[in-house]
C-alpha cells in the first residue's frame, strides 16, 4: 500500500515589522563657554545691580548667580567669598562716587546723596564683614573728591581740608546711620548747604 504524499506545509512570510522613521537631529547651537573672566564680570554687574536695590545683608550668593546666569560656586572659586566680591564692586563704582563728590553743586540732590550713601553703607557692611582698607579715602571714596574740592575750588590747605572733609563725612554717615531712625530729620543737602555757606567762597575760574 502506497503511503500518502506528506503534505507541504507553507512557510509563512515572516513580515519584517517596520521601525518608525527616525525624525532628523535638531541641530542643537551649543553657547560658546565663557571665558573665567567673562563668568567673573557677569557676577560683578549682577552683584552691582543687586547693590543698587538692597542691603549687602540681603543679597545671597544664589541671587547674585541667579541674575548673572553663572553658578553660585564660581564665587567662592573665583573671588573667595561673597565679602570679596562686593569688594571688587565698592573698588569699580569708587570712580564714579569719585566724581560725583567732586560737583559740588551735584551734591545738593538728593539722587546723588542715595547713590553716595549706598557706597558708604556698602563700605561699612565690608568692614563689619573683615574687610580692611588701606586708608579711609579708598574706604571713602567720596571723602577724597570732597578734600580735593575743597582745595582746588576754595583755596584750603590741604589739612584743613581734610578736616572739613571729614565733617561731610560725618554728616553722610549720619545720614545712613541714624536719618532712618528719626521721624522727622534735618536733611544731608539741608546740613551740607548749611555747612558750605561758613567755607571761604569758591575761588573765581581765570577766563
Known sequence: MATPAPKKIAAKKSVAKKSPAK??????????????????????????ALIHKK????????EIAALSKVHHRFIAEWFGSKAQLLLVVHSHNSENIHKLAMNAESMRTQEVILEINQQLQLSLWLMRNGITFPDIYVAFPALAAAVQNL??????????????????????????????????????????????????PVIPKKK
Open 23 to 48: 525624525k532628523p537631529a535638531a541641530n542643537k547651537t551649543r553657547r560658546p563657554r565663557r571665558t573665567r573672566e567673562q563668568g567673573m564680570e557677569l557676577l560683578i554687574g549682577a552683584a552691582f
Open 55 to 62: 542691603n549687602p545683608d540681603d543679597i545671597s550668593i544664589r
Open 151 to 200: 582745595q582746588t575750588s576754595r583755596g584750603i590747605n590741604a589739612i584743613e581740608a581734610q578736616k572739613i572733609g571729614s565733617i561731610y563725612g560725618a554728616i553722610l554717615l549720619t545720614n545712613v546711620i541714624v536719618t532712618p531712625f528719626i521721624e522727622n530729620p534735618t536733611t544731608a543737602v539741608e546740613l551740607f548747604d548749611f555747612f558750605t555757606k561758613l567755607l571761604p
